[in-house]
Nanobody, 130 residues
Framework: QVQLVESGGGLVQAGGSLRLSCAASGRTFSNDVMGWFRQAPGKKRELVAAINPSGGSRSGDSTKYADSVKGRFTISRDNAKNTVYLQMNSLKPEDTAVYYC??????????????????WGQGTQVTVSS
């Protein structure tokens, strides 16, 4: 059974940091694009960051970020551990949302659309207080 399990969410004050982890099981995700999405109440699910299978080890468009998180969030992956991370710094109240990990299977091009992703985690809540 394929599973993506997120961890690391919680409550943090504005300006603080959190590191989200997504552990994958049931198949290897080393050939997949991995992404982090978020959804706040009443809003559409949006891409936060995504990373291609090489994880930046080769040149090209290996990562994508939402404009609102550029310079604050960093996505990375450890294919040996089948895990993807999202380091979130300088958090703002508007970052409050449920954060989801997702996999776009056998894909090398990073896409922003949730409909492109095949597997999803259950989500982890991130709450940033002002």
């Amino acid at each position: 059974q394929v599973q993506l399990v997120e961890s690391g969410g919680g409550l943090v004050q504005a300006g603080g940091s959190l590191r989200l982890s997504c552990a994958a099981s049931g198949r290897t995700f080393s050939n997949d694009v991995m992404g982090w999405f978020r959804q706040a109440p009443g809003k559409k699910r949006e891409l936060v960051a995504a990373i291609n299978p090489s994880g930046g080890s080769r040149s090209g468009d290996s990562t994508k970020y939402a404009d609102s998180v550029k310079g604050r969030f960093t996505i990375s992956r450890d294919n040996a551990k089948n895990t993807v991370y999202l380091q979130m710094n300088s958090l703002k109240p508007e970052d409050t949302a449920v954060y989801y990990c997702a996999a776009d299977v056998n894909q090398i091009v990073v896409l922003r659309f949730p409909s492109a992703y095949d597997y999803w985690g259950q989500g982890t809540q991130v709450t940033v207080s002002s």
